[in-house]
């Protein structure tokens, strides 16, 4: 619009100056027109050209020229001037030049003025249009297009709310109109999207965005929050039993008990087929806890006949329990699953002994501590020749800082729950071999799992010369494939190993493993050891064993000997070897037997050396 209008007055101040500058020539042609019949009246010489000249200062130049004759001429024309040449009455001709300079030097000017007027009024003309076209179309059009962008983006909020009476006008109110219906739609949808049409709770969809945003907001301001999942004990029995119209209604009966008292405390959803979830805000685990109870009471309480209906709970918290919410919806699963095999009717809080779950939070956590410099640091415990009293080998035993209080069994049993195992062993064996300066004619006793034991991490850490390392196979895991097991202790045994079986009598190391394995040292657990000289069914159970090793060429190590009267005993019947706090508790590096103790082992081993295991202690010592 600009270029145009800056066209029209180029092209009008064009035509003006050319205008202007006819007339101009026009005047000039009369002026000499009207000089050269002044001429012709007067003489025609060169007396009369100068008082031609004299009496029109506006020529420039005049000159008389005669056939045959001399020209006379005063002045010369100039480039550009108008020339007028006339006939004279007596022969030849009169020529007369006019300066147009000065008259185009003033016609330049006045058109650079008006080219500037005219530019100056189409700018303000203009200007004036974008404003008015701006105001009135342009504008309200972006305002348009913007609103539409945003109903396109899902904000269905946007109105225009124009009042105009044009077309405009008209577009605005049917857009406003558009999207407030728009709205009332997806209202709808969303409701529907989020209600359980059976119990008018929140449904499965609207539970996981409300622990999603009450997540995001606990994290956001450090504040605890917890999750409760509740389900309705044997629901499937009542519903066959009773019908699925008595079922259905029970749920409702349910959900308006549970939604009633939980009201303003937290989110109540029904998350499942009898199974219903509560997002409880700024609740920590004693207050969760107090909540799930009453929650669950309100469920058992909404049943048509009083008595008649059970609920368990499981609760889990934030950050207590989980530091995610997928982690602690998962947990409070568990929980519940704990509550209905632990008896059913009763809240359970999440505990990492009783509840099951692995979830990628607590594998990456535990990982963490495992990984640590020093994670793991080993301790040894004397193993005690009973003839002699001195110190035949030592077990390694495993100790952790990062969770204080928590027995060792506690930090295996949980890596292996997260296939971590292996790895926890494989550690606990390189720093249990790299300890320096293990007595001399002493043997290693280092605690190896079937299912670690078949690693390539536990592979990687042992040496090539395995002569004077016990290799004990530990009892936490049942050994389904007794002869896999046998394959993989083989190679141990050509390389110089001797295989011990921990904890015999006890947990899944029964006599028919210890024979499928043919282990050089049986390990008689601590509740066989305890009290033995109160019991004579131990006392023979474990002179059973002792002749059950000698004929199998092995050697029995008592485990736990505690009191002087236990290890006594356990002389008497012919146990080879024993360790325990009564010999030598653990300690860093190769702590010292009990003096007592070594005193009593050897008065009583030579006041009755018929009992010694034959051939026990020797085959013992060619393994160191």
């Known amino acids: ?17 050319d205008a202007l500058d006819g007339a101009y020539r026009d005047s000039a042609r009369r002026a000499l027109s009207a000089a050269a019949t002044s001429f012709e009246r007067s003489a025609p010489d060169a007396g009369g050209l100068r008082a031609l000249m004299r009496n029109h200062p506006e020529l420039e130049s005049a000159s008389i020229r005669r056939p045959g004759g001399r020209d006379v001429s005063i002045g010369r024309p100039t480039t550009g001037a108008e020339v007028l040449v006339d006939s004279l009455s007596g022969g030849g001709e ?48 972006d305002r348009l297009r913007s609103a539409t962008n945003a109903v396109g983006a899902g904000d269905l909020t946007t ?44 449904n ?10 009450e997540y995001d907001r606990a994290r956001g301001e450090g504040r605890p929050f917890a999750v409760v999942l509740l389900d309705i004990d044997e629901f499937k029995r009542i519903n066959e039993a009773r019908g699925h119209p008595y079922g259905d209604e029970l749920l409702g009966a349910a959900a308006s008990g549970l939604g009633a008292a939980m009201r303003n405390l937290g989110v109540v ?36 006949v009083s008595g008649t209906l059970r609920c368990s709970a499981g609760v889990a918290a934030y950050p207590e329990d989980a530091k995610s919410a997928g982690a602690l919806l998962q947990l409070a699963a568990g929980a519940l699953t704990w509550a209905k095999e632990s008896g059913r009717g009763r809240v359970r809080r999440y505990d990492p002994e009783h509840v099951f779950v692995v979830t990628d939070e607590q594998r990456e956590d535990f990982a963490a501590l495992i990984a640590r410099p020093q994670a793991v640091r080993p301790a040894f415990q004397p193993i005690v020749a009973m003839a002699s009293g001195e110190p035949v080998g030592y077990e390694a035993l495993a100790r952790f800082d990062g969770k204080p209080g928590l027995p060792p069994s506690w930090w295996f049993s949980q890596a292996h729950r997260f296939g971590l195992g292996a790895a926890l062993e494989a550690e606990s064996a390189r720093a249990a071999l790299a300890a320096p300066s293990r ?30 390392l016990v290799i004990e196979i530990t009892e936490e895991e049942r050994v389904l494939d007794v002869e896999g097991l046998q394959r993989d202790l083989e190679p141990l045994r050509a390389r110089g190993a001797r295989i011990a ?29 305890a009290d033995v000289h109160a019991d004579p069914a131990k006392v023979a159970l474990i002179g059973s064993l002792v002749h059950f090793a000698r004929s199998t060429g092995a050697a029995i190590c008592a485990e736990g000997i505690e009191t ?53 202690a020797g085959q013992m010592r060619r393994g160191a």
């Not at 000017?109 to 003309?125: D, Q, V, Y």
């Not at 499965?204 to 945003?213: I, K």
């Not at 003096?595 to 295991?613: D, W, Y």
Request: net charge neutral; aromatic share 4%; charged share 20%.
């Open 501 to 529: 079986v921990d904890d015999a009598g006890e947990g899944y190391a029964g006599l028919q493993q210890v024979m499928s394995m043919r282990a050089d040292i049986i390990k008689l657990d601590r509740a066989l050891v």
């Open 1 to 17: 619009m600009l270029v145009v209008a800056v066209t029209c007055v180029y092209v009008a101040s064009q035509k003006s100056a």
């Open 564 to 616: 002087l009267e236990e290890l006594r005993v356990l002389i008497h019947l012919g146990v080879a070897y024993g360790q325990g706090w009564t010999l030598g508790r653990p300690g860093a590096r190769w702590p010292r037997v009990n003096a007592e103790a070594a005193r009593l082992c050897r008065e009583l081993r030579s006041a009755q050396p018929t009992i010694v295991p034959v051939g026990a």
């Open 159 to 202: 109105r225009l709310g124009w009042h105009r009476r044009d077309e405009l006008g008209q577009l605005a109110s049917d857009f406003d109109a558009m999207a407030a219906h728009l709205e009332e739609h997806r209202r709808g949808l969303v409701d529907l999207v989020h209600r359980d049409p059976l119990t008018e709770l929140p």
């Open 439 to 468: 007595p001399a004619g002493t043997f290693l006793s280092i605690n190896l799992s079937p299912s670690a034991l078949a690693s390539a991490e536990v592979a990687q850490q042992l040496p090539a010369d395995l002569r004077g």
């Open 94 to 141: 009169l020529a007369l030049s006019y300066d147009m300079r000065p008259e185009q030097r003033l016609l330049a000017k006045r058109n650079r003025s008006m080219l500037i007027a005219l530019g100056i009024l189409a700018m303000a003309a203009l200007t004036i249009l974008t404003l008015i076209l701006g105001r009135r179309i342009f504008h309200p059009l």
């Open 204 to 213: 499965h969809r609207r539970f996981q965005e409300a622990l999603a945003e």
């Open 269 to 304: 959803a029904r998350v499942g087929g009898d199974e219903f979830g509560v997002v409880l805000p700024d609740a920590d685990a004693s207050r969760a806890f107090a909540l799930a109870e009453a929650a669950r009471t309100a469920v058992e309480q909404a049943a048509p």
